[in-house]
């Protein structure tokens, strides 16, 4: 359990009174896109068989459990804030594997289904076939398929959250690796389909302490969720093995699910801010203008709130249940796509649903102010105008009641990922709470998007 040092019980105390304790630490970096931590924990091994330089991945959203390949290079990375934050941090990659020439399982041209073995997804997103020569290895939540005895030559899948489109998603890896690995160059790049729905593929070469590697990258989209297929290989063993990536891959076959059709089968309704994306013969398609007005009333709260101007328009994935808003999205809880003004959110009825105001609100700040510095920023500020009808200040003076409150200076950086979300949830909320209870919007605004948060408090 921490103990509560007063400095960082600003909003408890008193904010003058605190900071006259001392200082609650350095900040950290801005956000990034989410293609860069996806990319990072693509590539972070545990039992690392190629070697790669060590760039450290920007932060970004919360990720589902990400695929770690055992066979290219492998940039490391840092957990980092998110609208539903429940980062894991990335194993580094460990002992070099050897660069000779490795000794494939296969290498003929596929043809006999005989010889061929099928991978069901454990959750049903997916399946796929493949060499039965091969062996499947589990790497994290990525499956991985070894053409040879030590993963240099591979195929690796995973599931993406927050895919927006197939072109999006593959191009944010691509230029991942573009910085990441030796020599890298797209050699070609084309679009297609893969198990009916619009990919993209991207034929790559690069290199490993000097030798050369040839690979693909081929992602599709389904809703929100991204389906990413890499395959690797020494040079001299690509051709052989080329057949058998291309195989692998078009023998995708992506689940559909009655709970959550494509959005193209949705109903919309447009009010002033928001569309509305639900389906038919649900409770939102029934109470659809009442929830717009309250969302549109939550809205205009918020943003005279923060004391800002936001004239776009905030997409809503309403989903009828939780099994639908997984299936579409392969999250359990909701979310904000904040660089595409998306708030995706379960609402099963008039008394259970997520907040009116918490996932909006990532979107307003996102758009209007830019990334938060801190995720204590920016879920306080989320937390604080969710309209939940919880009592934000009541809730963290029973936290320190119970000698729970975490100080500030242990939830700047990724840190804040490490505390208990039954308190940094409600301790962020009431601290952004405070500041705009004490200085409204604008000290709210100096402080959230500056890269040093102690220096920004001081000053405002």
């Known amino acids: 359990m921490h103990t509560t040092r007063p400095l960082c019980l600003v909003f408890v105390l008193g904010f003058v009174a605190a900071v006259a304790m001392g200082g609650c630490g350095s900040a950290r970096p801005d956000e990034a896109a989410l293609g860069t931590k996806i990319a990072a924990n693509i ?15 920007p932060p970004t959203n919360t990720p589902l459990p990400l695929p770690t390949p055992t066979g290219p290079p492998e940039p490391t990375a840092t957990p980092t804030p998110s609208p539903a934050p429940t980062n894991t941090p990335v194993p580094t990659a460990t002992e070099p594997p050897p660069t000779a020439p490795t000794t494939l399982l296969a290498q003929k041209t596929p043809s006999a289904t005989a010889r061929r073995a099928t991978y069901n997804d454990p959750e049903g997103f997916f399946s796929l076939t493949y060499p039965k020569s091969w062996t499947p290895h589990r790497s994290r939540s990525e499956m991985q398929f070894w053409a040879d005895e030590e993963g240099n030559a591979a195929l690796a899948i995973s599931l993406q959250i927050k895919a927006l489109s197939a072109e999006s998603l593959v191009k944010e890896i691509s230029d991942f690796l573009a910085g990441a690995w030796e020599d890298y160059e797209e050699l070609s790049q084309r679009e297609t389909t893969l198990s009916g729905y619009p990919a993209v593929w991207l034929e790559q070469s690069f290199r490993v302490k000097g030798d050369p590697y040839r690979g693909l990258l081929a992602g599709a989209v389904r809703n929100r969720v991204g389906y990413l297929l890499l395959a690797w290989a020494p040079e001299k063993g690509y051709p052989a093995l080329e057949p058998e990536f291309r195989a692998i891959v078009e023998s995708l076959r992506i689940a559909d699910f009655d709970e959550a059709p494509v959005y193209e089968e949705w109903l919309t309704y447009d009010s002033e801010h928001f569309t509305f994306y639900f389906l038919p013969d649900t409770y939102v398609a029934d109470d659809i203008e009442t929830i717009a007005d309250d969302h549109e009333q939550v809205f205009n709260e918020n943003v005279k709130a923060l004391g800002v101007d936001y004239d776009g328009v905030i997409t809503m994935y309403l989903y009828p249940s939780k099994e639908s808003l997984y299936r579409a999205t392969a999250r359990e809880a909701g979310f904000a796509i904040t660089e595409a003004s998306e708030v995706h959110a379960w609402w099963i009825s008039a008394r259970e649903h997520q907040s009116l105001g918490h996932e909006m609100t990532h979107v307003i ?12 920023l920016g879920e306080g500020i989320a937390v604080c105008l969710d309209h939940s009808g919880n009592e934000h200040h009541a809730t963290a003076a029973e936290l320190l009641k119970d000698d729970r409150l975490v100080p500030l200076s242990e939830m700047l950086g990724d840190a804040w990922f490490d505390q208990d979300a039954e308190v940094a949830y409600p301790e962020s909320g009431s601290f952004a709470c405070f500041l705009l209870d004490e200085s409204g919007g604008d000290r709210f605004k100096k402080i959230s ?4 948060f102690e220096a920004a408090l001081t000053e405002s």
């Not at 590539?43 to 991945?57: D, I, L, M």
């Not at 998007?449 to 040093?452: D, G, L, M, R, Y």
């Open 43 to 57: 590539f972070a091994t545990q039992t690392a068989q190629v070697p790669s330089p060590t760039p450290t991945a």
């Open 365 to 376: 700040t996102y758009q209007a102010l830019g990334d938060a510095s801190e995720a204590l």
């Open 449 to 452: 998007t500056k890269s040093h």
